[in-house]
């Protein structure tokens, strides 16, 4: 073997580890990147607090950034004193869920739910079913989920909408529901050079039995950037009213209401959160404001503090 040889082999090497090497550090060290690139500033109401349940508490505004961010993909909650209240538009909120695969809440539109799907195991599947927005175990599911794979229900059928968002699909589009629980949905594109899942820019419109429903996935990734905990969104379109919205232990009357919100909420708009029925605040209090998109913490914000 000539020296020639062994020095290309080894520097062939050498550039195979180093570039290894470089690939793990930028898959390890990946920050992923926030939802929108909004800010917000939180102001305390110029009315003051009292022990009535109606009391106007903060003052949200979005102070810079360009994206127009539909309600149907945000949550806004209140912290005090170790307690949260989430808020909503309509009045309606759901309870937190515990113990379960399938971790189902309300957006801040009120009628749009925000599905968390613990898909960690690679044995057994998580199933959901779409009518409750809960987990079901008895094999009449709407969908399941084990890691990447998603699979329709046997009586669930599907297309794939690309040229309108979620808030723009207000009713069932025309086309043939051509998707069924024959093979798994192509919901994703991998991207390689950082070792990640991204869902696809698409919208899925399910009919199951009666009911015609909206899905869009939003995440393969949980707070904690943790893989196989899959985020998606789901909104009905057509059909029965849905038992989840009958369900108290899983919808309730919200703590605080979210005013002076259009269809939308977007640059300059300012918000305001009043007390629903329940008395959060009634003294001088700190008020923490959590603002999530798509899943995804906002930038931060200070707290507010209420006299």
């Not at 640059?267 to 305001?272: C, D, E, K, M, R």
């Not at 029925?277 to 998109?293: A, E, P, W």
């Amino acid at each position: 073997m000539s020296i020639n040889f062994r020095n290309s082999a080894a520097s062939l090497v050498v550039v195979l580890i180093v570039g290894g090497l470089l690939w793990t550090w930028v898959v390890v060290s990946y920050d992923p990147e926030l939802t929108t690139v909004n800010t917000f500033e939180a102001n305390d109401t110029e009315s003051s607090v009292s022990n009535s349940s109606d009391d106007a508490l903060v003052s949200i505004e979005i102070t810079s950034g360009e994206d127009v961010l539909g309600w149907d993909q945000l949550g806004i909650s209140l912290e005090v004193d170790g307690n949260q209240y989430p808020c909503s538009l309509t009045g309606l909120s759901s309870v937190e869920q515990n113990g379960s695969k399938v971790a189902t809440s309300l957006s801040a539109d009120g009628s749009t739910f925000a599905i968390k799907v613990d898909a960690t195991s690679e044995s057994t599947f998580a199933e959901l079913d779409l009518s409750t927005m809960k987990e079901r175990a008895n094999g009449s599911y709407s969908l399941k989920f084990s890691k990447n794979d998603i699979f329709l229900g046997s009586n669930t059928t599907a297309m794939v909408v690309t040229n309108q968002s979620f808030s723009q699909i207000v009713s069932a589009p025309n086309g043939a529901y051509s998707l069924d629980d024959s093979e798994r949905l192509d919901w994703y594109d991998y991207d390689f050079s950082v070792h990640r899942i991204d869902p696809k820019e698409q919208v899925y419109v399910i009919q199951e039995e009666n009911i015609t429903y909206k899905l869009q996935f939003i995440s393969y990734y949980n707070e904690d950037d943790e893989s196989r905990h899959i985020q998606l969104i789901v909104g009905w379109l057509s059909g029965p009213s849905l038992p989840a919205f009958e369900d108290p232990n899983l919808i309730a009357q919200s703590p605080c209401i979210i005013e002076g919100a259009g269809s939308s909420w977007s640059l300059n708009q300012i918000v305001v959160i009043h007390e629903n029925g329940i008395d959060i605040c009634n003294q001088s209090c700190t008020v923490k404001i959590q603002i999530q998109y798509q899943g995804v913490n906002v930038k931060a914000m200070s707290k507010v503090e209420l006299l």
